[in-house]
């Protein structure tokens, strides 16, 4: 069984550009998380969606923003780029059948804004 | 208010000897639950374990063991005979009730010298 694939592995933008990653959730899977990582903050939540509705979100600025398709893939933007930006952006799906389930990663997009 | 603190930001032991991570957490709910999560350098996290708040069981599973204290608020995650496979930062996370978000830790950088 393929894991969560996400796309591309690494992006270099520049300040004020928009950014558009990919996630593709374990086959069967319906919930698809988004984390940022960065050395100072950790990981922080981003959103959740299941079932093509946004079900949580994080303390992040509008310009992060998401969606997820009937086939439980994923996308995550990110508009106006800003240096801080910066970051590993980790994908994570679950079947959700209930929540607090354990979640799946996967390897991230490593996203730098120059 | 959620909050996961892992004291330990780096750790360095020396090959079969024994490693224990420190996870200490803050929740206002009855029910939750606990995570740790391993990230190798290929940047995937990696599920170890899932513990609600009602099974305060401690768990083994071969040479890793978790140690769940409610009286404390802390879920400590022991490495017997540690091997050089397991350098890695470890995360460790909540999740309440209500909702699919996750809180994690800064984690802990552990290293085995050969």
């Known amino acids: 069984k393929a894991g969560v694939t996400q796309t591309p592995r690494y992006l270099i933008k520049t300040r004020g550009q928009q950014v558009t990653l990919s996630c593709s959730p374990i086959s069967g899977h319906r919930s698809v998380s988004w984390y940022q990582q960065t050395p100072g903050q950790g990981l922080q939540f981003l959103f959740e969606y299941f079932s093509e509705t946004q079900r949580n979100k994080g303390n992040f600025p509008g310009r992060f923003s998401g969606r997820q398709f009937s086939n439980s893939r994923s996308e995550m933007n990110v508009s106006t780029l800003e240096l801080g930006d910066s970051a590993l952006y980790l994908c994570?799906?679950?079947?959700?059948?209930?929540?607090?389930?354990?979640?799946?990663f996967g390897s991230g997009t490593q996203l730098s804004v120059l | 208010a959620q909050k996961v603190t892992q004291a330990q930001t780096e750790i360095s032991v020396v090959e079969k000897e024994d490693v224990t991570l420190d996870c200490v957490y803050e929740?206002?709910?009855?029910?939750?639950?606990l995570f740790w999560y391993k990230q190798p350098p290929s940047g995937e996290l990696v599920f170890l374990i899932r513990r609600n708040s009602f099974d305060e069981q401690n768990e083994i599973s071969g040479r890793y063991s978790w140690n769940f204290q409610k009286s404390t608020s802390s879920f400590n995650f022991t490495i017997t005979a540690s091997q050089v496979v397991d350098s890695a930062v470890y995360f460790c996370?909540?999740?309440?009730?209500?909702?699919?978000?996750?809180?994690f830790g800064t984690g802990t950088s552990l290293t085995v010298i050969p």
């Open positions: 994570a799906s679950s079947l959700a059948s209930a929540t607090n389930e354990k979640l799946f």
């Open positions: 929740t206002r709910d009855t029910t939750y639950y």
């Open positions: 996370a909540l999740s309440e009730a209500t909702g699919n978000q996750f809180y």
